[in-house]
C-alpha cells in the first residue's frame, strides 16, 4: 500500500524520490510504503495552505465552528475504523487507540467552542470618546510535526485549534505510523473543510527541516523527542518563527509509606506498561519512600506476571508490541545495561509469553530493583516497557531525585497525608502533577505541558495556551470624528 502526501484537499499525485518502509509491528512485516516529502512537495503544501489561508481567516466563527462540530461528529462515528488504523502501525492494542482517540475528541470538542475563545476585551471611554478593543487574529500556514506514540491524538492536540483559529496547517506526522494522518485529513475534507486549509507532507529530516526554513510558515507545533525538539525550537526561532516544542519525559511516581501500595501497584503498572511505555507521561521510574520498597516491588512483580501481552488485535490482550525492530531492540540492550551497573532484575520481559506473531517486535514488561540515579536504566529516555524502582529514605530525599531529573513532563504522588500531597505539588519542578492518579493528563480546556527539558518555549499544547500561540493580539485605539477633539497636539497621547 502507498501512503502518500494529502495536499490541496486531494492525495499527491507526484513520484516520491524518496520512500519509507511502514510495519505492523505486531507481525513485524511490511505494511505500506510512505512516500518522503522533498523541500520542494513541502513548499507545495505551504503554497496550498498559503493560499487557502487568504480566504480562511475570513471564515466566519460560525462557519469554522460548524467544520469542527462535523469533524468531531465523522470523527466518533469513525474512531473505530481509525483505532484499526493505529494499531496496525503503531502497535498499541485496539482499546489504548481507542482511549487515544477519545482524548483527541475532547481537543476537536474544545476547538467547537472557538467563537467564545476568541472573543477580546472592550473598553469604552478608555480615554474621552476613544475606545479600546483587543482582536485575536491567526498567524497564517502553521508546521505541526508529531511523534510516532499518538499519530491521531498529538496531530489533534494542535490542528483543531490552528484552523478554527483561521490558520491553515501543513501536518507532518511520524514516518512509522503515517495512515492516521490521511485518516483525519479526510474525515477534515468530509467535514467540509475547504481544500487546502489542512495539508499533511510525510517524511523525515529533510520536511522538517524545509518546514522550518519555509518563510510562509510563522509558527511550527513539535512534539518529540528531546534532542530533536531542541533542535526545532533552536532552529525554528532563529528563522523568525514562533515555536512550541514538547520533548521527551522521564515520569516518576512516589509511593509515600501511608500509600495504599495495591492501589500504587496497579497505577504502577498501568501507567508503566500501557501502550508498552511508548508514552511520553508513562512511569518509568517508581520512587519508593522507605519502608514500601519490598511490598510494593513484590505487588508490581505479581501483577505483571498476569499482564496479557501480544497482537493488539486478539481479544484480551493488553500490551502490543514496540513500533519497529530497531527501536525494540535499542530498548531490550538496556536489560542487560541495567543489570550489568548492579541493578537488580526483578522480571525479565524476555522470557515473558507472548499471544503474537513470533516475528513482531516484542518484549515483555520488565522491572528493576534498586536503580541508581547514575545508571543508563535512569538517566535515558527508554521509551518502553522497562520500569525502575529507586529506593529513597525520605520524601524530601524523593523530591530532590525527581527535582534533580532533567526532564519535567510529568510525575505523581501516591499517598493519603493531604499536607505531603499539596508540600509536593508546591515543591516538584514539574509541568503536570498527579496526586493518586498515575498519568495526569489534563483535561483539554486546561493546556498540556512539561517544565524543563520536556518543552521548549513558553506555550503548552492545546487548550487557552494553544488559543493563545495560534493567534496574535491586536490592540485597536479608536476615536470617531468629534469636534471637540480638534487641534493639534504634538504632546505624547495621554488618557483624560
Ligand atoms: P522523534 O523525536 O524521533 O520524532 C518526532 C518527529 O520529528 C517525527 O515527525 C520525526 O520524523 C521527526 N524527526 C526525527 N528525527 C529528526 C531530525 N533529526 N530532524 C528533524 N526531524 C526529525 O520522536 P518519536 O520517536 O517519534 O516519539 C517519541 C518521543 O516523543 C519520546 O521522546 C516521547 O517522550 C516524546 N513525546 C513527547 C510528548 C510530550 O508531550 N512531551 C508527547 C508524545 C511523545
Known amino acids: 500500500m502507498r501512503i502518500t502526501h494529502w495536499i490541496g484537499g486531494k492525495a499527491w499525485t507526484g513520484i516520491a524520490q524518496r520512500t519509507g518502509d511502514v510495519y505492523d509491528p505486531a507481525t513485524g512485516q511490511v505494511g505500506g510504503q510512505v512516500d518522503f516529502a522533498s523541500a520542494s512537495d513541502v513548499d507545495e503544501a505551504v503554497t496550498a495552505a498559503r493560499e487557502a489561508f487568504s480566504r480562511w481567516r475570513n471564515a466566519s466563527l460560525a462557519q469554522r465552528a460548524n467544520v469542527m462540530f462535523s469533524f468531531r461528529e465523522l470523527l466518533n462515528a469513525r474512531k473505530s475504523d481509525l483505532a484499526e488504523i493505529i494499531t496496525a502501525e503503531h502497535g498499541k492494542v485496539l482499546s489504548d487507540a481507542a482511549g487515544e482517540i477519545q482524548r483527541a475528541l475532547e481537543a476537536v470538542e474544545f476547538a467547537c467552542g472557538i467563537p467564545q475563545l476568541l472573543k477580546g476585551g472592550f473598553s469604552e471611554n478608555a480615554s474621552t470618546k476613544v475606545d479600546v478593543y483587543s482582536i485575536q487574529q491567526p498567524l ?112 516518576h511516581m512516589v509511593v509515600l509509606p501511608d500509600a495504599d501500595l495495591d ?124 520500569l525502575s524502582v529507586v529506593r529513597v529514605p525520605s520524601y524530601d530525599a524523593a523530591v530532590d531525585v525527581v527535582n534533580a531529573n532533567p526532564y519535567g513532563n510529568g510525575t505523581a504522588i501516591f499517598t493519603n497525608d493531604g499536607g505531603a500531597a499539596r508540600r509536593y505539588q508546591n515543591e516538584i519542578e514539574v509541568g503536570m502533577v498527579g496526586v493518586n492518579v498515575a498519568i495526569p493528563v489534563p483535561v483539554s480546556y486546561y493546556s498540556f505541558g512539561g517544565w524543563k527539558d520536556s518543552l521548549f518555549g513558553d506555550s503548552h499544547a492545546y487548550g487557552p495556551h494553544g488559543v493563545h500561540f495560534f493567534t496574535r493580539a491586536k490592540v485597536v485605539t479608536s476615536r470617531w470624528l468629534d469636534p471637540s477633539h480638534g487641534g493639534v497636539n504634538l504632546g505624547f497621547p495621554q488618557n483624560s
Open 263 to 386: 492501589l500504587a501497584a496497579d497505577a504502577a503498572v498501568s501507567a508503566g506498561f500501557g501502550s508498552a511505555g511508548e508514552r511520553c507521561m508513562a512511569i518509568s521510574v517508581v520512587v519508593a519512600v522507605d519502608p514500601v520498597g519490598d511490598e510494593l516491588v513484590g505487588k508490581i512483580s505479581e501483577r505483571i506476571a498476569e499482564l496479557h501481552v501480544g497482537d493488539g488485535r486478539r481479544p484480551g490482550c493488553e500490551m502490543g508490541p514496540l513500533v519497529t525492530g530497531a527501536h525494540r531492540d535499542r530498548v531490550r540492550s538496556y536489560l542487560d545495561a541495567g543489570r550489568s551497573a548492579g541493578a537488580k532484575l526483578v522480571v525479565d520481559g524476555r522470557g515473558h509469553s507472548i499471544d503474537g506473531d513470533d516475528a513482531g517486535f516484542w518484549l515483555g514488561p520488565t522491572l528493576f530493583d534498586h536503580v541508581d540515579v547514575d545508571m543508563s536504566i535512569y538517566t535515558d529516555e527508554i521509551f518502553g516497557p522497562v
Open 140 to 251: 497564517g500556514v502553521v508546521g505541526v510535526i508529531s511523534p510516532f506514540n499518538f499519530p491521531a491524538m498529538v496531530p489533534l492536540w494542535f490542528v483543531p485549534n490552528a484552523i478554527a483559529c483561521g490558520n491553515t496547517v501543513v501536518l507532518k506526522p511520524s514516518e512509522k505510523d503515517p495512515s492516521a494522518a490521511n485518516f483525519l485529513a479526510e474525515l477534515f475534507a468530509e467535514a467540509g473543510l475547504p481544500d487546502g486549509v489542512f495539508n499533511v507532507v510525510h517524511g523525515d529530516k529533510e520536511a522538517v527541516d524545509r518546514i522550518l526554513e519555509h518563510p510562509e510558515v510563522k509558527a511550527v507545533s513539535f512534539v518529540g523527542s528531546t534532542p530533536i525538539a531542541r533542535y526545532v525550537y533552536e532552529t525554528g526561532t532563529r528563522n523568525g518563527k514562533r515555536v512550541q516544542a514538547l520533548g521527551g519525559a522521564k515520569n
